[in-house]
Structures are given as C-alpha cells and as structure tokens.
T-cell receptor, first 112, second 112 residues
Framework: EAGVAQSPRYKIIEKRQSVAFWCNPI?????LYWYQQILGQGPKLLIQ????????DSQLPKDRFSAERLKGVDSTLKIQPAKLEDSAVYLC??????????FGPGTRLLVL | DAKTTQPPSMDCAEGRAANLPCNHS???????VYWYRQIHSQGPQYIIH???NNETNEMASLIITEDRKSSTLILPHATLRDTAVYYC?????????????FGTGTRLTVIP
C-alpha cells in the first residue's frame, strides 16, 4: 500500500514570498491533516479535513495560511506571505476515519 | 485531551529491552493511549495503542497500569534503527475533531 505522498521535500524562500505544499493521502482515507513541526517541538495540528469539508482549523493562522482539499482527495497548503517564524516541517497525515493517522515524510521549509 | 509527561531522553544498549514510561494521570475513561515515534527527518510513525488491556504487536508491547494513570512502551530487543523520539499521546476515539496533541516526547538513543 502506498503511503502519504508530499511535495516538495524541501523549499527555501525569502520572507514575504508565497509557497504551496501538496499532499496525496493514502487511497480511501477520508480524513486528512496538516501539521506544523517547529525544530525541537512535537507536531502541531493546523487543519483537519473530513472528505472535502473542514473539521478543525482553529490553529490555522488564517491571515496568511490557507488550505483546500478539492474533490476530497489531494490537498494543498499555502502560505502567503511567509514570515521567518514559518520555518518548520509541514507534515500531512491521513486516516480512514477517527483512527490511526499515517504521516507523510514532510516538507521542510526555510524562510530567509 | 489529557496531558502526558515523559522523560526527555533515555539510552538503551543494543539488543536489550527499551522501556519508555509515560504518565497520564488525568486520562478519562474513554481516552486511549497512543504511541508514535519519529525517526530523524521522517514523519511520525504509529507504533501501538490501547485502552486498558495490555497490547502487543510486531513492533512493541504496551503495558497500561490498572488505574490507567501511566503506561510503558516496551521495545523487546532494541536495534540502532529504533533511535528516535517517542511520543505518548492520549485521545478519545470520537468522530469529528480528533487531532493528536504531541508533546516533546522521549528521545531514545540505542547504543551499540
């Protein structure tokens, strides 16, 4: 079974630029999550989708972050404009429903 | 979701059992104990979970005390590839918002 796919794996941008990350969950998984992991900390949830609807986006900084999951499969997370403190690893995870979450390898973002 | 307390770091000799403790004294009756690990530069990986009975799978064993206020993850024969940060998480199994609250975990180093 293929795992959660994410791209790109690494991204370096200047502050105030825009960036987008892509996630393809495990086939058939209805729930998709985006987490942010700052160096030295555990992952923190940004947003959770159930199919193509948002379940929880309470921790998403909506003034600069946006996410969508069109057609209930792939998802994109965008940051516009980026700040220095957005430097982190962005992890995507999926699960069948309210069950075990399976994580992708993450996208490492560096904002200069 | 209940909070967990884990030691920040532990060492274990290769081939020996690694016993990772976790305190979760405020766990409620319908909350499960989950363990994930994160190997350097990878996404978190699910290990095991349980409610009140001890659990075992091909990766590890989970021992939960009778009062459910603490648990221990056991890796029976640690290898160098088990070097990682191990996260103990408690959460309910309800549908809807069911994100994982990661703390800082225990950094396990397996020594040759």
């Amino acid at each position: 079974e293929a795992g959660v796919a994410q791209s790109p794996r690494y991204k370096i941008i200047e502050k105030r630029q825009s960036v987008a990350f892509w996630c393809n969950p495990i086939s058939g998984h209805a729930t998709l999550y985006w987490y942010q992991q700052i160096l030295g900390q555990g992952p923190k949830l940004l947003i959770q989708f159930q199919n193509n609807g948002v379940v929880d986006d309470s921790q998403l900084p909506k003034d600069r972050f946006s996410a969508e999951r069109l057609k209930g499969v792939d998802s994109t997370l965008k940051i516009q404009p980026a700040k220095l403190e957005d430097s982190a690893v962005y992890l995507c995870a999926s699960s069948p429903r309210a069950e075990t979450q399976y994580f992708g390898p993450g996208t490492r973002l560096l904002v200069l | 979701d209940a909070k967990t307390t884990q030691p920040p770091s532990m060492d274990c000799a290769e081939g020996r059992a690694a016993n990772l403790p976790c305190n979760h004294s405020t766990i409620s009756g319908n909350e499960y104990v989950y363990w994930y690990r994160q190997i350097h530069s990878q996404g978190p990986q699910y290990i095991i979970h349980g409610l009140k009975n001890n659990e075992t799978n091909e990766m590890a064993s989970l021992i939960i005390t009778e009062d459910r206020k603490s648990s221990t993850l056991i890796l029976p024969h640690a290898t160098l590839r088990d070097t990682a940060v191990y996260y103990c998480i408690v959460r309910g199994q309800q549908t809807g918002a069911n994100n994982l609250f990661f703390g800082t975990g225990t950094r396990l180093t397996v020594i040759p």
